[in-house]
């Protein structure tokens, strides 16, 4: 399983690695069938999960009362690839999505039998897109959060939403002034990236 694990780990790098800058901060993936290997996930978890760390990749496993759900996190990317498996192992919908946020491009949705029900494209009606908002965060120096963390501190998160009717990206990221630290929220237009508002709160890390 491990061999396994990282063979699909060193495929989706791959790929990443051989798209145009414009596109290299977003991962590709495919619509075929996959399995989950429950067998094996039953011998090695622990406390219904398991973690599989490599030097470029972490990959972690876990169970929950429908199914089983498996998340890819590159350690140089802002973004993992989850897959959500049913009950019998196979593939119930796959897709990427922001480390700390909400799912990206094009999800794929499965039934138990393995068929193709639904492509979701969860960009549509937004057309300031996720490299849009990598590179708006570049710019004014906002953190996000790349590869896996597990109860590592704040981390900048990037939620979609709407407001008035409108499709809005949610930013939250934390400042440091005058040695206080601040919880710092942006909305920004769908459509434009145009700041919308910018609210400011005091944050206690303790």
Known sequence: MRK?????????????????????????LNNKVEKFDVLTFQ?????????????????????????????FYPQNLYFNLGKNFHKNGIIK???IS??????????YHY???GSLIKEEDTDSGYLFKPRDIVKYCEKNNIKLSKGYHERDGYQTSVYKNELDGKKVWLLS?????????????????????KVIKREEFPYDSY
Do not use: P
């Not at 396994?4 to 590709?28: A, H």
């Not at 999960?49 to 199914?67: A, M, Q, R, W």
């Open 4 to 28: 396994l694990v990282i063979f699909i780990w060193l495929s989706i790098f791959m790929q990443c690695q051989t798209q145009n800058i414009e596109e290299s901060t977003i991962l590709q």
């Open 43 to 71: 011998k090695r978890k622990k406390n219904n999960s398991y973690l599989i760390k490599t030097e470029d990749c972490t990959v972690k496993s876990f169970s929950y009362k429908n199914g089983f759900v498996e998340y």
């Open 93 to 95: 919908d796959k897709g």
């Open 98 to 107: 922001f480390n700390e946020g909400s799912a990206i491009g094009i999800w």
């Open 111 to 113: 039934n138990e039998e």
């Open 173 to 193: 990221y934390i400042i440091s002034l005058n040695k206080q630290e601040k919880e710092v929220k942006i909305t920004l237009d769908g459509q434009t990236g």
